[in-house]
């Protein structure tokens, strides 16, 4: 839903409604500025922030110092409406009509319930200061300056906000006006970034290209995918709707339903996470449902008016987050139900019943322990294996970087007369694949220390074995897991590159197995390096209801097409490249 209202509040915000220029004008000119506005997201929330803020800043204090001049000017008890009484007063006056106008009057806190959706982008200090001391001051004197003059001019109530503006600094604030519209929605735009990369993380959407922006906040990424997608909708949004009520009312829909879906979020974890009394957490529930359920209540009157727009848009999103995220998950867990037991790669022997081809084969595979049913699949079909055969596993840590020596941990699978080693690699969310051969380069030096360290650990018993960078190896009979490291794990980490130096001070020699290891390896190296990549196929079984046929043969198929492949996200050079298919029903 929060896609969505990024979707409606660009539309809205940036389609000028000015009473001196027509309907075509307005939505050529909303056209252009929304494709600039897209055209700058690339340059990261820094750079737009710094070129957005003092913008949105002028355009508060204008409209701030303007409402102060109508109060001043034409009335002044105005300013008794923050009573709560006049609420009771006026719906007691009003009655249904009332009610219904609360779909109006929320769009007054539509937009700047947005400015909640950054704290991703700013540390929760900079919005809590800028909403109290700028925001809501500036708002409550520019609506309170708009009654002021309605008070004294209620024929221009359709176009009240230009009507009130003094004559001499119309023009100007015109500009103004339309350059703050420009930037309206980019709160939404930059959480709508952060939605993603959240749902990305939790398996639930298809895979993107996220660009991270900043060096000191994690939050701060740019999508390009998304952030296309969203000009086109808003595009879309800004012809289809002819009128700006019309927008109003879908976007008051959407920013309803995600105030109630974070309310219930907001009891969850005031329950589970923060353990308040329960007095507390039904004081708070009390309050906001009441408050906010009396505003959805108006704008459900307003669904056939264009609320129906976000409902629809939602729906979508919702179905193919769940098909991409139900198609993930039975993937992996067939991946894990069929991984290859260790007793069957020994009972294979030293040549794993195949003939043992010259030349390395990089198995890349998202399990951090056993042997992939690829591996299997690839020998089940083929008469040849690579002599020496890595698992690689790439994982993704939520740190800026990896340190390169820390980046590799390496381990060996079986005996050493199968030379097959398990690699997991570490990349923190600013390290990138590099197209060349420096992965392959890292990956082999990390592979030869291990090798050199191993052999000099060769006295000590199999349960005291460790590896170059903590973990422990396999022995004969089993596959230690490798846990996903977290932040912790990756601070206190030896480096290969000292304990190598440590290692040769200490006036140890390799030993004559440790030589002919590295010498094989080298030889393998230079007859080819291939990487191996899995391509499984999810389909639905033959008794499946239409649904589920319908949702993993044509969507989650349709989505695994247009996603990134796993190619393009390690930078595997296509003439080494070699895609192993195999297919399993849900």
Not at 128 to 157: R, W
Not at 163 to 168: A, D, K
Request: glycine share 6%; charged share 15%.
């Amino acid at each position: 839903m929060k896609l969505v209202c990024a979707v409606l509040s660009a539309s809205g915000g940036i389609k000028l409604d000015h009473p001196k220029m027509s309907n075509d004008v307005v939505v050529v000119v909303s056209l252009v500025i929304l494709v600039g506005l897209f055209s700058m997201q690339h340059y990261g929330t820094d750079r737009v922030g710094w070129l957005f803020a003092p913008i949105v800043l002028l355009w508060f204090l204008l409209i701030g110092g303007i409402g102060a001049f109508n109060i001043w000017k034409y009335d002044s008890t105005v300013l008794k409406a923050i009573s709560p009484i006049y609420i009771y007063r006026y719906f007691k006056r009003g009655g249904k009509d009332g009610w219904i106008s609360l779909g109006g009057i929320l769009l007054s806190i539509t937009g700047t319930e947005a400015l909640f959706a950054d704290l991703g982008h700013f540390p929760v200090s900079a919005v809590q200061i800028a909403f109290t001391i700028v925001v809501f001051p500036c708002l409550l004197l520019a609506y309170s300056g708009q009654a002021a003059y309605l008070m004294k001019n209620q024929d221009h109530v359709i176009d009240a906000f230009y009507r009130s503006i003094p004559t001499g600094i119309y023009w100007p604030m015109f500009i103004v006006a339309t350059a703050a519209a420009i930037v309206a929605s980019q709160a939404t735009i930059s959480a709508t970034f952060s939605i993603i990369k959240q749902a990305l993380a939790l398996g639930c959407f298809p895979r993107v290209k996220v660009v991270h922006t900043s060096r000191k906040f994690l939050g701060q990424i740019y999508i390009p995918d998304i952030n296309w997608v969203l000009m086109i909708l808003c595009i879309a949004v800004t012809v289809g709707f002819r009128k700006q009520s019309q927008i109003g009312n879908a976007y008051g829909t959407a920013v309803m339903i995600v105030m109630l879906v974070t309310t219930f979020l907001m009891i969850l974890i005031m329950l589970l996470v923060w353990r308040c009394h329960w007095i507390l957490v039904l004081v708070f529930t009390s309050l906001s449902l009441v408050i906010e359920c009396t505003y959805f209540s108006a704008v459900l009157v307003k669904v056939d008016q264009g609320g129906w727009v976000p409902l629809v848009f939602a729906a979508a999103f919702l179905i193919i987050m769940y098909v991409w995220h139900y198609g993930t998950v039975k993937r992996y867990e067939f991946e894990m139900q069929s991984k290859v037991s260790m007793a069957w790669i020994l009972g294979l022997g030293p040549s794993l019943g195949l003939v043992r081809v010259p030349g390395i084969g990089l198995v890349y595979t998202e399990l951090a322990s056993g042997v992939p049913h690829i591996f299997s699949h690839f020998i089940t079909n083929l008469p040849a294996i690579h002599s020496v055969v890595i698992f690689v596993c790439v994982k993704y840590l939520p740190v800026y970087t990896v340190p390169k020596e820390e980046r590799f941990l390496v381990k060996r699978i079986g005996p050493k007369n199968f030379h097959m080693f398990r690699c997991v690699v570490r990349y923190g969310y600013k390290d990138l694949h590099k197209k060349d051969d420096n992965f392959e380069n890292m990956l082999f030096d990390s592979l030869f220390l291990f090798v050199r360290l191993e052999s000099m650990m060769e006295g000590c018993s199999d349960s005291d074995e460790y590896s170059f960078c903590g973990q422990q190896t396999e022995n004969d009979n089993t596959i230690s897991s490798i846990a996903e490291p977290s932040i912790d794990s990756i601070v206190p980490v030896r480096s290969p590159l000292r304990e190598s130096s440590a290692v040769r001070s200490s006036g140890q020699r390799s030993s004559q197995t440790e030589v002919g290891e590295l010498e094989f390896l080298n030889s393998c190296r230079d007859a080819g390096v291939v990487h191996i990549l899995g391509n499984t196929v999810v389909r639905a079984s033959r008794d499946s209801n239409i649904i589920k046929k319908v949702a993993i043969d044509y969507i989650y198929a349709f989505l695994r097409k247009i996603c990134r492949e796993n190619s393009v996200i390690f930078n595997v050079p296509h003439e080494s490249l070699l895609n192993v298919g195999q297919r399993f029903y849900v």
